[in-house]
């Protein structure tokens, strides 16, 4: 199961870069540390990942899940700050979170965020299952 974590986050990473880049040519370094932060620390979560997978140490499956847990939300970041120039509605708290999941159904934020957006919590829900099933087994 520990690999099919890993198919998933190829796919989303996949999509992650095609957004990497468009937001490369056309964002002006906008948002860049939510960005570059976001990419960087979900591309470092392979490493203890790929550690969990070779030694099958539950510790760095759930060190590779606490990188998930603490860097996706930059890239929900930037989600939300992209719906609210779409929008140019701006709610406080996780109401501007939610309202940004609504703009990017609509189909408001581009097919590729919508999908990056959606399949986000197949890796980070995936990782989570691992992590509590491999540490019941361990």
């Not at 540390?33 to 539950?58: E, I, R």
């Amino acid at each position: 199961m520990g690999y099919a974590v890993i198919l998933a986050w190829v796919i989303q990473a996949a999509v992650g870069v095609t957004l990497l880049v468009s937001w490369a040519r056309h964002a002006r370094g906008r948002d860049a540390g939510l960005v570059l932060t976001h990419v960087m620390m979900m591309v470092g979560f392979l490493v203890p990942w790929t550690a969990f997978l070779a030694t099958d140490a539950v510790a760095w499956a759930w060190a590779g899940f606490a990188i998930l847990l603490g860097f996706i939300g930059f890239g929900d970041a930037v989600m939300v700050r992209r719906a609210r120039a779409v929008t140019g509605v701006s709610e406080p708290g996780a109401h501007d979170y939610w309202q940004a999941v609504r703009v990017a159904l609509k189909g408001r934020l581009g097919r590729r965020v919508t999908f990056h957006a959606l399949f986000a919590p197949v890796v980070f829900f995936g990782s989570l299952a691992v992590c509590i099933v491999a540490t019941i087994a361990d």
